[in-house]
């Protein structure tokens, strides 16, 4: 078993970008963060002896299956609350939310940049993870392994189950249709 070193380090690596491609994949924080943080255990449990050069594939093929299973349980859960639901009297909403719990926490070199670049930036950044957010599941999943976690094709196939020529269609609509979203925006590309 690999020492817990370079799986750490690993970890600390992926966990922001594997969190943002979970919250993409099911727009709920407290979602996203459990199912990083199973993948995260998963991984750890099952192949932390495995050379460190086959930790990245198999966390995004890890994650990404349990991206598939979070859809699944969520269509049965959903099913059987709405024919639950008639049976169960409503309850208020008894759910306090933290406000700490929905702070971003912004990089150290963004604060250094002037402020009308982070005003900037920032704005862009929310252009498109509004137009990621919108695209399908199968061309979000190719985007955000091929350009955010800049897998090859190769492995983005192999991290989604499909060919690599399925990676290749699915990227190119998604770029295709985020330039044209971004271009209605008045974004210059």
């Known amino acids: 078993m690999a020492s817990p070193d370079p799986l750490s380090a690993f970890f600390a690596e992926v966990e922001r970008r594997a969190y943002r491609q979970a919250w993409f994949a099911v727009q709920d924080e407290d979602t996203a963060l459990d199912l990083v ?8 449990e099952r192949y932390a002896d495995r050379p460190a050069e086959e930790w990245p594939l198999l966390f995004q093929r890890i994650l990404q299956n349990a991206i598939r299973d979070h859809y699944r349980r969520s269509k049965v859960r959903s099913m ?19 406000p ?3 702070l971003a926490v912004e990089a150290a070199s963004e604060a250094l940049q002037p402020p009308h670049v982070q005003a900037e930036r920032k704005q862009t950044l929310a252009l498109i ?18 350009y955010m976690e800049e897998l090859d094709v190769a492995a983005t196939a192999a991290a ?9 269609t699915h ?11 971004l271009r209605d925006k008045g974004v210059e590309l």
Do not use: Y
């Open 160 to 168: 989604m189950g499909c060919s690599e020529g399925s990676v290749k």
């Open 100 to 102: 700490l719990d929905t």
């Open 80 to 98: 059987w609350t709405t024919l639950l639901s008639a049976l169960s009297p409503s309850r208020g909403d008894e759910d306090e939310v933290d």
């Open 129 to 146: 993870e509004d137009c990621v957010a919108r695209l399908p599941l199968r061309q979000r999943q190719a985007f955000l392994l091929r």
């Open 37 to 44: 943080q199973d993948a995260m255990l998963r991984l750890a």
């Open 171 to 181: 990227c190119s609509r998604a770029c295709h249709t985020l330039a044209q979203w």
